[in-house]
């Protein structure tokens, strides 16, 4: 194992993500930002400066459970303060699992506004994945508005509420096609075909690949909103992994993809190599307004602009559940992976609601709707800052008449910033309830992310949970992942061990959803962590400290 040292530099740059000049966010003037590789053991260090004028920054590397650093989750508020302008901060934690990860800012809407990449973890050298393959591409898929995330924010923040939208393109790799399709002159669409000189930052990188090889696919899903689906035109996919954790091998025509998951899927290029095919992704689970994605597979020797003989995939209908879940209930633990402990100590149910506040609209968890408090909870637990946030627990479950199905009768909700605190080394399960929104017959997608942990995942379910669901869950072959979604009125239940002394968000990844609150916090084993960074802490009541001596 090793140290891998990277000097970073966040700031705004001009850029074209989808051919239209907008600003985005750089990272060492990069967008997306440079991939990291790494191995297992392997020390990262980021040196990270902000060099942002007006904004504080953090980055969150998603799916790595940072055991012993829980400083280094990078959530603003949280795990540490905002990175302030001109100054740095240094990630510093090791990966200990083999996978395809990202990262990504975890304060304000700055995902939204770029602030990703990709982070790889290969088998430890000398090791074998538990599956061939000849090559592999990393594709780290986005989402991408015109409006600035500013103004996004605002409209969210205003009453009345004004929703962003449905992206205006999809990327790959931060490149889309806005005002030109690579597939036009395949239907009667009105928009022109792209005319590429090669050189374009926007133009789509073809998958070059030779004939009769297997490929991995390493496919991750950073999007602001958008649930995805993703399919190749004539080839099969065998999913292999999830979130960083094998599974038993499954082939799917189109895979769906939630924001926050990662997949690894394996292709055989077996198909007539004197053709190229089409790679397209849509938009899934909400109305879609926004363009497939589109590249090719491109079989050498041929050239990568010639265009398929047929047209790109089509996604499946937008609302045709039964098809997600199909997908989603066909991912299972590679046999051999690690089983859930076949008891828990304590279970929490989180109720997913719409709410107004005060004429504002919101998502509550339990009828709470979460604001982040100015000192990091890391910090006010760990030195026992009483006034910092609020104490008192929120609810572990909602009320027992509770109409999943239809809007609330009382839409209305708090703020709050309760966290759920666990006993070190308990096992506990947490079922998600989707519930409907504000209007009626409307239920969306959410797909929750954990950080700190894997979680296994023991079950979907329709309607309202109820005990005797209990006996459906799966404690056999249940994948283990750091992302899961509930589907409209319905529920998941997750499994996990609260092994790792921190503070942890877990919350909807949908960025406009968590900035409208859809989020708790849980803790567990603070009190056996040693010294938290002085660096972490420099902010809110956590820096009083400092000021007045007090570093214990
Ligand atoms: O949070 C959301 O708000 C809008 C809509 O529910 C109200 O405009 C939407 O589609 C969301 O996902």
């Known amino acids: 194992s090793q140290e891998r040292h990277f000097k970073w530099e966040v700031e ?49 590397w998603h799916g790595i459970r940072q055991f012993g ?7 603003a508020a949280i795990s540490q303060c905002a990175i302030n302008p001109g100054e740095t901060f240094v990630y510093r934690f090791k990966v200990d699992k083999a996978g395809t990860y990202f990262y990504h800012g975890h304060f304000g809407m700055q995902r939204s506004a ?24 990393n594709l780290l898929l986005s989402d991408w508005w015109h409006k600035s995330v500013h103004e996004q924010e605002i409209g969210l923040s205003s009453n009345p509420f004004r929703w962003i939208g449905e992206a205006q393109s999809l990327l790959v790799n931060g490149r889309g096609q806005f005002n030109c399709s690579v597939a036009a002159s395949y239907g009667n669409s009105t928009t022109p075909q792209c005319e590429f000189s090669g050189t374009e930052k926007c133009a789509p990188q073809a998958l070059k690949v030779v004939p009769n090889k297997t490929y991995r696919l390493r496919i991750a899903s950073t999007t602001a909103l958008a649930s995805l689906n993703l399919a190749i035109g004539k080839h099969k996919m065998i999913v292999v992994e999830a979130d960083g954790n094998y599974v038993q091998p499954f082939a799917a025509n189109d895979l769906d993809i939630y924001s926050g998951e990662s997949y690894s899927v394996l292709i055989t290029t077996d198909q007539n190599p004197n053709e190229n095919y089409w790679l397209s992704i849509g938009v899934r689970g909400r109305e879609p307004k926004t ?36 997908f989603t209930k066909s991912i299972l633990a590679l046999m051999g992976s690690p089983k859930p402990p076949r008891n828990f100590h304590r279970r929490i149910a989180l109720l997913n609601t719409q ?10 968890i339990n009828n709470v709707s979460l604001v982040l408090p100015p000192t990091p909870y890391l910090g006010s637990i760990k030195y026992g800052l009483r006034r910092a946030y609020d104490r008192r627990r929120p609810a572990e479950n909602f009320p027992s008449d509770y109409d999943v199905m239809k809007p609330a009768t009382n839409p209305n909700s708090t703020y709050g910033n309760g966290i759920y605190v666990f006993s070190y080394g308990t096992t506990v399960d947490v079922i998600l309830q989707n519930a409907n929104a504000l209007s009626e017959n409307v239920s969306e997608i959410h797909p929750w992310h954990l950080h700190g942990h894997d979680f296994w995942v023991l079950g979907y379910g329709e309607g309202r949970f109820s005990e005797k669901d209990v006996a459906t869950f799966n404690l056999k072959n249940p994948p283990l992942r750091n992302t899961a979604v509930i589907f409209p009125y319905g529920w998941t239940a997750l499994r996990f061990v609260a092994d790792n002394p921190g503070v942890w968000a877990f919350h909807c990844h949908i960025e406009p959803h968590l900035h409208m609150g859809m989020g708790v916090v849980f803790a567990e084993g603070v009190n056996h962590l040693p010294r938290v960074p002085d660096e972490a802490l420099a902010c809110g009541l956590t820096a009083k400290r400092f000021i007045s001596g007090n570093h214990n």
């Open 12 to 60: 705004y740059m001009f850029g074209a993500p989808d051919c239209i000049e907008h600003p985005v966010m750089a990272i060492n003037g990069q967008y997306p930002g440079p991939t990291i590789r790494a191995r297992p053991g392997d020390t990262i260090v980021v040196e990270l400066t902000n060099k942002l004028h007006t904004e504080g920054v953090v980055i969150h």
């Open 69 to 75: 650093t829980p400083w280094a989750d990078g959530t």
């Open 114 to 137: 770029g602030l990703y990449g990709s982070l790889i973890v290969d088998v430890a050298e000398g090791e074998k994945e538990p599956f061939h393959y000849d090559g592999e591409f």
């Open 291 to 326: 363009p497939q994605a589109l590249t090719i597979l491109n079989y050498i020797p041929n050239s990568d602009s010639k265009l398929p003989t047929s047209p790109p995939p089509v996604t499946p209908r937008w609302n045709d559940y039964a098809h997600s879940k199909n």
């Open 355 to 364: 709410n107004k506040i005060n004429g504002y609209t919101k998502w509550a």
